[in-house]
């Protein structure tokens, strides 16, 4: 850029020259001789503001390319270690739920450890309920639904209801997705999921609320979950059993004033008749399966202290799987898990909603 700015004008090399025959020499003798064409304007010269406009865009690019260079070395070593930390010998137990995590629409690796709790329980019904569900491009019911999953998402954020009514209208109009936006709280979230008609029992529950997570599990009575995923508060290290005072107008703040430690929710798992069967590398979430299905699937003993993942939400940032996500391939994944025919009746968004990586 500066360079170009301090180079002044190029003047243009002289065209070739074509031979003239005799007869256009001798018009040319005999005619007026032709004015002297203008001299060219002299250059502006360079002004130091524009030295300095010039010298700074050139600091501004060099600096976006090296924290480019700093962020892809920084997900490269942040893979590195998932791998080191996947290796470790007390993950090789192939009861064990670690090595099986993968990302496809997931914050972390949810999705895989989701499809192998279910490769070994079973998910008769294919129904889901998840609360905190976000703009529904990244969820952990997102992978099931493009599968042809139904549910019931529910968030209170106008902008994520906004979005999803804009992006997944085929799904609401053919009832393989209801939406409520709501607020949740203890006292009304049973009566939310009995209303939308899911049946006693359902394949998965996912809870992420970043507050009262606990006490709104603890509430729900009108369904049965054979799969609960809930984040955990993984800066508490079992046995340290700890847990917000319920709040119902809570707003998370990113501090640690948020959810239950992991002992506090295997706790309340028991009390529920659930086991706690693993956590995510990242530790951030938490499975458990109904007692009547988890047998001897899943390692044990199958304690908070055994199964705990230390907080690592810095690793969050390495799950970048594949190109930017698009409404319209969920939307045609379940339109033809279903049996339904694509394009639908009612009209798509022809915007691809995406997550920009």
């Not at 984040?231 to 640690?256: Q, R, S, V």
């Not at 399966?289 to 940032?317: C, I, K, M, N, W």
Request: charged share 20%; net charge negative; proline share 7%.
């Amino acid at each position: 850029m500066l360079g170009k700015l301090l180079s002044g004008v190029v003047k243009p090399a002289p065209a070739a020259e074509v031979p003239e025959s005799a007869p256009v020499r001798a018009v040319q003798a005999h005619a007026a001789p032709e004015a002297a064409p203008p001299a060219p304007a002299p250059a502006a010269p360079v002004t130091i503001e524009q030295v300095a406009t010039a010298r700074l865009l050139d600091d501004v690019y060099f600096r976006r390319r090296q924290l480019e260079l700093l962020d892809r070395q920084a997900k490269f070593a942040g893979l590195q270690l998932i791998e080191a930390l996947l290796a470790q010998p007390a993950l090789a137990d192939p009861r064990r739920l670690e090595r099986h995590g993968g990302k496809t629409y997931s914050q972390n690796d949810e999705d895989g450890i989701l499809a192998e709790i279910f490769r070994r329980i079973g998910a008769p019904h294919r129904t889901f309920v998840e609360f905190g569900c976000g703009d529904g491009l990244e969820n952990n019911s997102t992978c099931l639904l493009a599968q042809g999953w139904r549910g019931l998402w529910m968030d209170g954020d106008e902008g994520n209801a906004a979005g999803i009514a804009r992006v997944y209208g085929p799904l609401l109009e053919c009832g393989l997705l209801k939406f409520n936006r709501v607020y949740i709280d203890r006292d009304n979230i049973d009566g939310l999921i009995a209303a939308a008609g899911l049946g006693t029992e359902i394949d998965l529950l996912s809870i992420d609320l970043d507050g009262n997570d606990y006490y709104i599990w603890e509430a729900i009575r009108s369904v049965s979950a054979r799969v609960v995923v809930m984040e955990y508060n993984g800066k508490y290290i079992p046995p340290h059993d700890w847990c917000m005072a319920y709040d119902p107008a809570h707003a998370w703040l990113g501090t640690d004033l948020m959810g239950a430690s992991l002992a506090a929710l295997a706790r309340l798992a028991d009390a529920k008749g659930y086991q706690l069967v693993g956590c995510n590398i990242t530790g951030s979430n938490a499975f458990f399966v109904r007692g009547d299905l988890a047998g001897d699937r899943f390692a044990q003993p199958a304690s908070a202290a055994h199964l705990y993942q230390p907080a690592r939400y810095e690793l969050s940032t390495c799950y970048k799987v594949g190109h930017p996500a698009s409404s319209l391939t969920i939307l045609q994944g379940a339109f033809a898990a279903a049996g339904l025919a694509w394009p639908p009746a009612a009209p798509v968004d022809s915007i691809s909603h995406v997550i920009l990586p």
